[in-house]
């Protein structure tokens, strides 16, 4: 801006150079980078589930050889994620490929000139739920988890019922 004298005041409408503001975008929310679309995602960072790995065997080590005890709890929390994190990658890859095998199955129908049906939610859910039940039946872990399903069943209606003070 131009220098101006002290003495006289400002003219109310001054010419002021305009500052161009910088405007920061967000990717995750702009269009334009794309649309978010898990399989190409999944393809194209593969290459860290190897770095995961061996992230998780440098941690196994470090844990083995640790004398500390807080160190060696704060590894054995970090491992626990670690694993908890890949299961729940194996888990949601589990899910897309079912998905897909049901798309492929809805277009070879269409192909046939049948009518598409299509899986409401709920019932989707009890498909996973007698798939879980069967898995844990197999592997011999079903009664475990039934009994700790019943005990957090338990804990909430304990929760729901009137206390035994207000009556």
Request: charged share 40%.
């Amino acid at each position: 801006p131009l220098e101006m004298s002290a003495k006289k005041p400002a003219p109310f409408l001054r010419q002021v150079v305009s500052v161009t503001k910088q405007v920061y975008r967000d990717p995750r929310f702009d269009d334009l980078s794309g649309e978010y679309k898990p399989e190409i995602f999944m393809k194209t960072y593969s290459f860290l589930d190897s770095i995961k790995k061996q992230e998780k065997e440098m941690v196994q080590k470090q844990l083995k050889k640790c004398r500390n005890t807080e160190q060696k709890e704060k590894l054995q929390q970090l491992l626990n994620r670690m694993t908890q994190q890949e299961q729940a990658q194996k888990n949601q890859q589990k899910l897309r490929e079912k998905e897909l095998a049901w798309k492929r199955q809805r277009r070879e129908l269409a192909k046939q000139g049948k009518k598409p049906f299509f899986l409401k939610t709920s019932d989707k859910r009890k498909l996973e739920l007698a798939e879980k039940y069967t898995e844990l039946k197999r592997s011999g872990k079903l009664e475990s988890f039934l009994s700790k399903k019943r005990k957090r069943n338990a804990i909430k209606d304990k929760r729901r019922l009137p206390s035994q003070k207000s009556l």
